[in-house]
């Protein structure tokens, strides 16, 4: 069963940052693509970033293009998203999610797909 676990949310000051890790739990996430997706208070979820399964590829979100910053480290079956210059409109749930096909990760970015598997999600809250 496929199981991915969020971890390095929490309460940050406008202007901080943070990591948040994607861990994969009973397979590896070599062949996968990994996508961040948020969902803040009473609004639909939304695409953040994604990272193609080599690592090859990225693609983020106007609103964090030159902020955030995604990565994947394949040994250690990680995807990582550095968060920087945090404003309090990022404040959400993130969620990772993991799915073979490239192209599916990105039609879920934009809302026109759906990948298969999903963590549990992590809080950011940015606020003075």
């Known amino acids: 069963q496929l199981q991915l676990v969020e971890s390095g949310g929490g309460l940050v000051q406008p202007g901080g940052s943070l990591r948040l890790s994607c861990v994969a739990s009973g397979f590896t996430l070599d062949s996968y693509a990994i996508g961040w997706f948020r969902q803040a208070p009473g609004k639909e979820r939304e695409g953040v970033s994604c990272?193609?399964?080599?690592?090859?590829?990225?693609e983020y979100a106007d609103s964090v293009k030159d902020r955030f910053t995604i990565s994947r480290d394949n040994a250690k079956n990680e995807v990582y998203l550095q968060m920087n210059n945090l404003k309090p409109e990022d404040t959400a749930v993130y969620y990772c999610?993991?799915?073979?096909?490239?192209?599916?990760?990105?039609?879920?970015?934009?809302?026109?797909?759906?990948?298969?598997?999903w963590g549990q999600g992590t809080l950011v809250t940015v606020s003075s």
């Open positions: 999610a993991a799915d073979h096909s490239w192209y599916r990760v990105i039609a879920t970015m934009t809302g026109r797909g759906r990948v298969d598997a």
């Open positions: 990272i193609s399964s080599s690592g090859d590829h990225t």
